[in-house]
């Protein structure tokens, strides 16, 4: 079956580092992957998705490039801040959606000021 | 706003007892699924339906039964709710984003159980 596996963490960095959480996947076809967020106390939000190869998603500083050939979708930021302090998660689904996301274990970043 | 609407935010049960969680979404998606979260283990699927009348058990459906009540609404009962259902619920329904138009899957904030 399908199965998303990225670094569970904590990942603590400073201010204005350089930010990059891995994240590789095992599904059947073409998925669509995703990545989400989750503030503390609050339900998951979507960050960005991208649905075929070399697809970039972008949102908020965040980028993941769509790479079929090492079946991986890394999150990165050029500069974090403190409110970037989240659990990433990264998903995919390669059933266009309906039975719902296969999710990763979640990664806890905490940026440091 | 629109958007997934879950209760109650937090609970607090006896082995034994029953509940329900509910949850509605006013965006007009087909699609609707519960989650529980724990930590160490990211989200796990418990129940979902594809459309309204239609039921099926996701990846940790024991101890768990669902209602899609209409097209907005989708409950999940514990009917003898045990320690091990301790957790963080999430509903969350699948549909067009009014923003991006994009098919992505809307959370709810969440429902904090706790069994004694």
């Known amino acids: 079956g399908d199965s998303v596996t990225q670094m569970e963490g904590p990942v603590t960095l400073s201010e204005e580092a350089f930010l990059t959480i891995n994240c590789t996947y095992t599904?059947?076809?073409?998925?669509?992957l995703f990545w989400y967020v989750q503030y503390p106390g609050e339900g998951l939000q979507l960050l960005l998705k991208?649905?075929?190869?070399?697809d970039k998603g972008s949102n908020k500083g965040f980028e993941a490039t769509y790479r079929k050939e090492t079946t991986s979708f890394h999150l990165e930021k050029g500069s974090v801040q403190v409110s970037d302090s989240a659990v990433y998660f990264c998903?995919?689904?390669?059933?266009?959606?309906?039975?719902?996301?296969?999710f990763g274990k979640g990664t806890h970043l905490i940026i440091q000021p | 706003n629109a958007g997934v609407t879950q209760t109650p935010k937090f609970q607090v049960l006896k082995t034994g007892q029953s509940m329900t969680l509910q949850c509605a979404q006013d965006?007009?998606?087909?699609?609707m699924y519960w989650y529980r979260q724990d930590p160490g283990m990211g989200l796990r699927l418990i129940y979902y339906?594809?459309?309204?009348?239609?039921?099926d058990k996701g990846e940790v459906p024991n101890g768990y039964n669902v209602s899609r009540l209409n097209k907005r609404e989708f409950s999940l009962r514990l009917e003898s709710a045990a320690p091990s259902q301790t957790s963080v619920y999430f509903c969350?329904?699948?549909?067009?984003?009014?923003?991006?138009?994009?098919?992505?899957?809307?959370f709810g904030a969440g429902s904090r159980l706790t069994v004694l």
């Open positions: 998903a995919l689904t390669s059933g266009g959606g309906a039975d719902g996301l296969t």
């Open positions: 599904a059947t076809g073409y998925p669509s």
């Open positions: 991208a649905t075929k190869a070399d």
């Open positions: 965006m007009n998606h087909n699609s």
């Open positions: 339906s594809a459309s309204e009348g239609t039921t």
């Open positions: 969350a329904s699948w549909g067009r984003d009014i923003h991006s138009g994009a098919n992505v899957l809307t």
